[in-house]
């Protein structure tokens, strides 16, 4: 089983389309057409799993008919496979690394298994506390002048001008 880029597990795609792993293009492609047309859910009106089985044959396809998608993904499957000749699990274990933390205690950890540096937020928009309404509520003039004053400025700040 190799590893999709979100951490789950996804079938041998090779082993899905029924080729082996040094196969041609043009291989590929013949196993998916003759695949797809007997997985094809309007081929088999009464199987309620054909749709699922059909995606799964489009998305290997997919990764398996680009050169470049095929190259990654044959990468990551060589990666998954030297990785669990390495690590023999125990039954019932699994296998943990400790990934240092940069910045010391209280600094952003990366993701376990991620590549790249850790990620961190972006701008954020800081605002003071809101005013509590007033005594008897908010009037109705009041809600719209503040609507009206927030639309104003959000058109000023597109920098079209005035619109009067």
């Known amino acids: 089983m190799a590893v999709a880029d979100h951490g789950g597990p996804v079938p041998d795609l090779y082993q899905l389309l029924g080729v082996p792993r040094d196969a ?8 998916w057409r003759r695949r797809a047309r ?19 044959l489009a998305g290997a396809w997919q ?4 050169p470049a998608r095929r190259a ?6 060589a990666r998954e496979r030297q990785r669990a000749a390495q690590v023999p699990a125990a039954p019932g274990r699994v296998p943990v690394r400790r990934v240092a933390r940069p910045g010391g205690p209280g600094g952003a950890a990366p993701l376990a298994g991620s ?3 850790p990620l961190r937020a972006g701008p954020v928009r800081v605002e ?4 509590a309404p007033p005594e008897g509520g908010w009037e109705e003039q009041d809600i719209r002048l503040a609507v009206l004053a927030e639309l104003a400025l959000r058109l000023l700040a597109t920098g079209r001008g005035r619109p009067w």
């Open 24 to 31: 041609s293009r043009e291989e590929i492609a013949l196993a």
């Open 38 to 56: 007997a997985e094809h859910p309007d081929a088999r009106p009464g199987d309620a799993a054909a749709a699922g089985r059909f995606r799964a």
């Open 63 to 66: 990764v398996l008919g680009d």
């Open 72 to 77: 990654a993904y044959d990468r990551a499957l």
């Open 115 to 117: 590549p790249g540096p």
């Open 128 to 131: 003071g506390p809101r005013p």
